[in-house]
């Protein structure tokens, strides 16, 4: 089948959702020597980098459902996936889901005792973990048995494989983790129906250029690459899964590999912007997009120079030089971005925008009882969508907690201008009340100081209520060959605007290594406030 019919035949398919994507994408005819997936390990004899067909990624599958199956995994059991590699996770999820099992996809970066801790709270009927991560917990109590590696799995008998599970739109389908920036991560529960409604209504629409052949720079074990998977199965789109997402691992991805686009998060972006990209061959690239945190316009602007696309002109399409930047808000929560704005050389709306809501969601600016907030005002945003997740496994005080009148809570501030775009300000717990009316923010800071020096590549604010005032720390990672000693103090005061610019107690060249982050590499402004109070930083 074409893909364009496929594409329309699967946005009208009652039956499909977030578990069952690979198997109605071949029940509607696609051909299985098509794309399926490739991964940047070894897979079950297959060496690492070349392209699994869609008939063999179903065998994989198979192979690892039969194992599980044998091991007496079925429908509705949590089970736990921990490990490095990208192809681990995915398969292990594809293959439980396949089982109507509920797959719990952890990063590998938790550290052992918030890991245990996490599947005692999942209280998950077992775990698949690869060697380094049973060493890990060898000496932590999960509460579950261990089944055994992900990549044993791969010595099932696909031909013994149960029958595809039938889902229901409700069925829990993954549990996903959000960063855990305050410590033990919240576990996040989507079904089969929420996490196919976006994927559904891209699937209705023309397909965008830079998704033919996708880079995949998204942590496997996130909501995102669950998404990203799906997404690509039913356009099928050739896309390549990393393991690792620094900016030199992405970089030298896309120069082997010559994607069309390149998905990630924010911290990658920031990570490439250090680096002299007019040295690589990025060509090929004609989308960046982003899901997650919104991007800061410096990191952008360093992007959208580079690569190509394809725009119409009276002689027809033509390829002109640099890129595309589709930007955005999300979170595991959300169950895909809620907002979209493109942006190129030419783009000059910044200053957070995170642009217009995507039509399958209703959004809202909220004040704390509830009331919806006209535009300028800023608020707390609401999201009303059926991409939502279904809530946190096994803690329904925190679910509820989320909820008001009705709208999921997000925990950002935000406000949209009189034509419909919004804009994010900051998190709720990053911002700070100065009084007499005033709020400040970290991540609009952030920007500001950015876009004033060119000099440098990332920089974190730290804001924290000293007494009857507040006080304002600007962490600074200079670009290479950027003098350390230079005072930036004035240009970073001036940037920051008078209210918060009085506040500023000092300004400080840091490596990125001085800065905590979480598994997501999200920067731990909580672990930052409670060290900047206390000590100088160095």
């Given at each position: 089948?074409?893909?364009?019919?496929?594409?329309?035949?699967?946005?009208?398919?009652?039956?499909?959702?977030?578990?069952?994507?690979?198997?109605?994408?071949?029940?509607?005819?696609?051909?299985?020597?098509?794309?399926?997936?490739?991964?940047?390990?070894?897979?079950?004899?297959?060496?690492?980098?070349?392209?699994?067909?869609?008939?063999?990624?179903?065998?994989?599958v198979?192979?690892?459902s039969?194992?599980?199956?044998?091991?007496?995994?079925?429908p509705?059991?949590?089970?736990?996936?921990?490990?490095?590699?990208?192809?681990?996770?995915?398969l292990?999820?594809?293959?439980?889901?396949?089982l109507?099992?509920?797959?719990?996809?952890?990063?590998?970066?938790?550290?052992?005792?918030?890991?245990?801790e996490?599947?005692r709270?999942?209280?998950?009927?077992?775990v698949?973990?690869?060697a380094?991560?049973?060493?890990?917990?060898?000496?932590?109590?999960?509460?579950?048995?261990?089944?055994?590696?992900?990549?044993?799995?791969?010595?099932?008998d696909?031909?013994?494989?149960?029958?595809?599970?039938r889902?229901?739109?409700?069925?829990?389908?993954?549990?996903?983790?959000?960063?855990?920036?305050?410590?033990?991560?919240?576990?996040?529960?989507?079904?089969?129906?929420?996490?196919?409604?976006a994927?559904?209504?891209?699937?209705?629409?023309?397909?965008?250029?830079?998704?033919?052949?996708?880079?995949?720079?998204?942590?496997?074990?996130?909501?995102?690459?669950?998404?990203?998977?799906?997404?690509?199965?039913?356009?099928?789109?050739?896309?390549?899964?990393?393991?690792?997402?620094?900016?030199?691992?992405v970089?030298?991805?896309?120069?082997?590999?010559?994607?069309?686009?390149?998905?990630?998060f924010?911290?990658?972006?920031?990570?490439?912007?250090?680096?002299?990209?007019?040295?690589?061959?990025?060509?090929?690239?004609?989308?960046?997009?982003?899901?997650?945190?919104?991007?800061?316009e410096?990191?952008?602007?360093?992007?959208?120079?580079?690569?190509?696309r394809?725009?119409?002109?009276?002689?027809?399409v033509?390829?002109?030089?640099?890129?595309?930047?589709?930007?955005?808000?999300?979170?595991?929560?959300?169950?895909?971005?809620?907002?979209?704005?493109?942006?190129?050389?030419?783009?000059?709306?910044?200053?957070?925008?995170?642009?217009?809501?995507?039509?399958?969601?209703?959004?809202?600016?909220?004040?704390?009882d509830?009331?919806e907030?006209?535009?300028?005002?800023?608020?707390?945003?609401?999201?009303?969508?059926?991409?939502?997740?279904?809530?946190?496994?096994?803690?329904?005080?925190?679910?509820?907690?989320?909820r008001?009148?009705?709208?999921?809570?997000?925990?950002?501030?935000?406000?949209?201008?009189?034509?419909?775009?919004?804009?994010?300000?900051?998190?709720?717990?990053?911002?700070?009340?100065?009084?007499?009316?005033?709020?400040?923010?970290?991540?609009?800071?952030?920007?500001?100081?950015?876009?004033?020096?060119?000099?440098?590549?990332?920089?974190?604010?730290?804001?924290?209520?000293?007494?009857?005032?507040?006080?304002?720390?600007?962490?600074l990672?200079?670009?290479?060959?950027?003098?350390?000693?230079t005072?930036?103090a004035?240009?970073?005061r001036?940037?920051?605007?008078?209210?918060?610019?009085?506040?500023?107690?000092?300004?400080?060249p840091?490596?990125?290594?001085?800065?905590?982050?979480?598994?997501?590499?999200?920067?731990?402004?909580?672990?930052?406030?409670?060290?900047?109070?206390?000590?100088?930083?160095?």
């Amino acid at each position: 089948m074409r893909t364009r019919g496929l594409r329309g035949a699967l946005a009208a398919d009652t039956a499909i959702g977030a578990g069952n994507v690979l198997a109605r994408v071949l029940a509607h005819g696609a051909d299985p020597d098509g794309p399926g997936l490739t991964f940047d390990t070894a897979v079950d004899g297959y060496p690492a980098g070349q392209p699994l067909t869609l008939g063999q990624l179903d065998e994989r599958v198979a192979a690892r459902s039969a194992w599980l199956h044998e091991r007496g995994i079925g429908p509705r059991d949590p089970v736990a996936v921990w490990a490095t590699s990208a192809a681990d996770t995915v398969l292990s999820f594809l293959a439980l889901a396949r089982l109507g099992a509920i797959p719990a996809l952890m990063n590998g970066r938790l550290r052992p005792e918030i890991a245990a801790e996490y599947l005692r709270r999942l209280r998950a009927v077992g775990v698949l973990a690869d060697a380094e991560h049973a060493e890990a917990l060898a000496g932590h109590d999960p509460g579950a048995l261990l089944l055994g590696q992900p990549a044993e799995a791969g010595t099932g008998d696909p031909t013994t494989a149960p029958a595809h599970y039938r889902h229901h739109d409700e069925d829990p389908v993954v549990i996903t983790h959000t960063s855990g920036t305050t410590g033990v991560p919240k576990a996040v529960l989507h079904s089969h129906a929420s996490l196919f409604a976006a994927t559904r209504h891209l699937l209705a629409m023309p397909q965008a250029q830079g998704t033919r052949r996708i880079l995949n720079a998204l942590p496997a074990p996130h909501t995102a690459t669950v998404l990203m998977v799906n997404q690509a199965l039913g356009n099928q789109a050739e896309m390549l899964l990393v393991s690792e997402q620094g900016g030199q691992r992405v970089l030298d991805a896309i120069q082997r590999w010559r994607p069309d686009g390149v998905f990630g998060f924010s911290v990658t972006w920031a990570e490439l912007a250090r680096f002299d990209l007019t040295g690589y061959d990025l060509d090929s690239v004609r989308l960046w997009f982003n899901t997650g945190d919104a991007t800061h316009e410096p990191h952008v602007r360093r992007l959208v120079a580079v690569g190509s696309r394809d725009v119409m002109t009276r002689d027809g399409v033509t390829r002109v030089r640099g890129s595309v930047f589709i930007d955005g808000l999300g979170s595991s929560e959300m169950g895909h971005s809620m907002f979209h704005i493109t942006h190129t050389t030419a783009t000059s709306r910044y200053g957070r925008c995170v642009g217009r809501p995507y039509r399958f969601t209703r959004v809202a600016v909220l004040d704390p009882d509830g009331t919806e907030l006209p535009p300028g005002q800023v608020g707390w945003l609401g999201i009303d969508s059926p991409s939502l997740f279904r809530g946190y496994w096994n803690d329904s005080v925190t679910t509820h907690r989320s909820r008001l009148r009705g709208w999921y809570l997000t925990g950002d501030l935000v406000y949209a201008d009189d034509e419909g775009r919004y804009y994010h300000l900051d998190r709720a717990v990053d911002a700070v009340d100065a009084g007499n009316g005033k709020r400040f923010y970290t991540a609009l800071s952030e920007e500001r100081v950015l876009a004033a020096c060119p000099d440098v590549t990332d920089c974190t604010v730290v804001m924290v209520a000293d007494g009857d005032g507040v006080v304002t720390d600007v962490l600074l990672e200079l670009a290479a060959g950027a003098d350390p000693d230079t005072d930036r103090a004035e240009a970073v005061r001036v940037a920051l605007g008078d209210d918060v610019g009085a506040t500023l107690r000092r300004v400080v060249p840091v490596r990125a290594d001085d800065i905590p982050v979480t598994v997501t590499g999200k920067v731990r402004k909580v672990a930052l406030r409670e060290r900047y109070l206390t000590e100088s930083p160095s």
